[in-house]
């Protein structure tokens, strides 16, 4: 996702209005220690700047979206995926 974003932005010349982070992180299925550590350490910032968080660690390539997130990011979600 972060090369297609990177591509797409090079072509058209776009830049985002805020800063997008591709993250992964280690031992994510075991108790999800990575993301809870990352997340600990940067509470504050998150809390203040964040706008929302979206976990891909689960696609499997059909042409099917479920989505579960809050109302407000859930219709947005389902509206950019319909285009």
């Known amino acids: 996702m ?4 990177a591509s797409v932005s090079r072509e ?3 830049r985002p ?3 997008i982070m ?4 280690d031992a994510e299925e075991f108790g999800l220690i990575g993301s809870s550590e990352w997340v600990e350490e940067f509470m ?3 809390q203040q700047r964040a ?3 979206i976990n891909v660690d689960n696609i499997n390539g059909n042409t099917t979206i479920s ?3 809050v109302p407000l990011l859930y219709r947005a979600i389902v509206d950019a995926t319909a285009k």
């Not at 591709?22 to 992180?25: I, M």
Request: charge should be positive; glycine fraction near 0%.
């Open 67 to 69: 989505v579960k997130a």
């Open 51 to 53: 706008v929302a968080m």
């Open 44 to 46: 504050k910032p998150l």
């Open 22 to 25: 591709f993250c992964q992180w």
């Open 12 to 14: 058209i010349k776009w």
């Open 17 to 19: 209005r805020r800063t």
């Open 2 to 5: 972060a090369r297609v974003l």
